[in-house]
């Protein structure tokens, strides 16, 4: 199975540079997953295909204002680093550019001084940990200092740092959003609820890895990057006493989705559980929680088209895309979604 197997070709003017004005005026592409038929919806549709006794997993994951600009202390010269993974206190894993000025010892201010960082280790693929230094709440200076980590891919300057959260955010930890919740308000969600439709909540702390090329031309040979997640006692009795019953669980995201997958049991029985997950799915993949999956349109030969094409063929998927294209749908993060059922 080739990389290049999950290619197609995508106008780069269909890649959502902004969030719209309302999120849920997304549009909502639906395709059936056994015959591969879609329909074009909009997102506030989605209500058609929920039905009582069904299940949504959303991802409750927190983006932390993780870009931060500063200065070599020594030198000034201009240096920005990306928060990726808090290790221990108040050392993270970070990117950083220029990577070739900052050796261990090396020292960075970052607003006049307000937060200060020292290099410690360079890693096997080249990030940093640094220790920072301050004075107060890291939470707050963060605040104050860093930007949203938005993808590359995203050009434009995010004017609202809220709208690449989505509305039921809680726990900090992602370097990106879970970007298929985007389109959810709460009066969307107040309506699933009142349709007898259980919510449940897991974590999964999203990696800048989601956004790193494979770079291998065979799928079997990716390493794949690993994510901190966490499912609570809660959330299994709500989702397994969903599948006990008949009801379908639809997973908001391929967050969502690699979280249950991680925690399940070969009988398909969740358990609480919290860790590190490197899970990679692809086709052949067998789901063991899932029935349908609400998620975004997604990069070119990335591990996240290989996920969606796991559950509903590469085939029908590819096949999606390309009348997504044709119907001039919007690409990637702050694009419209796709309901596979």
């Known amino acids: 199975m080739n990389v290049s197997d999950f290619n197609y070709n995508l106008p780069e003017e269909l890649i959502a540079q902004d969030p719209l004005k309302k999120r849920s005026n997304s549009r909502l592409m639906v395709l059936d997953k056994i015959t591969g038929e879609v329909e074009h919806k909009h997102f506030t549709d989605i209500l ?30 201009a240096i920005e680093v990306l928060l990726l993974k808090r290790l221990d206190g108040d050392t993270w894993e970070c990117l950083v550019r220029p990577g070739k000025k900052l050796r261990p010892g090396a020292r960075v201010s970052f607003g006049d001084g307000i937060l200060k960082g020292e290099i410690v280790d360079i890693l096997e693929e080249g990030n940093r940990l640094i220790r920072f230094e301050y004075e107060g709440i ?41 970007t298929a919740g985007l389109h959810f308000t709460e ?53 397994n006493e969903t599948k006990d019953r008949g009801g379908k669980v639809i997973s908001v995201g391929t967050t969502s989705t690699r979280t249950l997958e991680s925690a399940v049991d070969d009988d398909g029985h969740l358990s609480p559980k919290s860790g590190d997950t490197d899970i990679f799915i692809y086709p052949g993949y067998e789901f063991k929680v899932i029935d349908g999956l609400i998620t975004n349109f997604h990069l070119p030969q990335s591990t996240l088209i290989m996920l969606v094409s796991a559950l509903a063929g590469r085939e029908h998927v590819l096949a999606a895309y390309e009348a997504a294209v044709s119907e001039r749908y919007r690409f990637f993060s702050f694009g419209d979604a796709m309901l596979i059922i």
């Open 48 to 77: 058609e295909y929920l039905k009582k006794g069904d299940c949504l997993v959303i991802n409750n994951t927190k983006v932390i204002p993780a870009r931060l600009y500063g200065v070599k202390e020594d030198t000034g010269a």
């Open 138 to 178: 890291f939470e707050e200076i963060l605040d104050k200092l860093g930007e949203m980590p938005l993808p590359p891919y995203i050009t434009h300057k995010l004017l609202d740092k809220s709208r690449y959260q989505t509305v039921y955010a809680k726990y900090d930890g992602s370097a990106a959003a879970p």
């Open 187 to 239: 009066e969307l969600l107040d309506e699933i609820r009142a349709r007898g439709i259980k919510i449940a909540e897991v974590t999964l702390h999203v990696g800048l890895g989601t956004f790193r090329p494979v770079k291998v031309d065979n799928v079997l040979e990716h390493h794949m990057h690993s994510e901190y997640y966490e499912i609570s006692s809660e959330a299994c009795d709500i989702i």
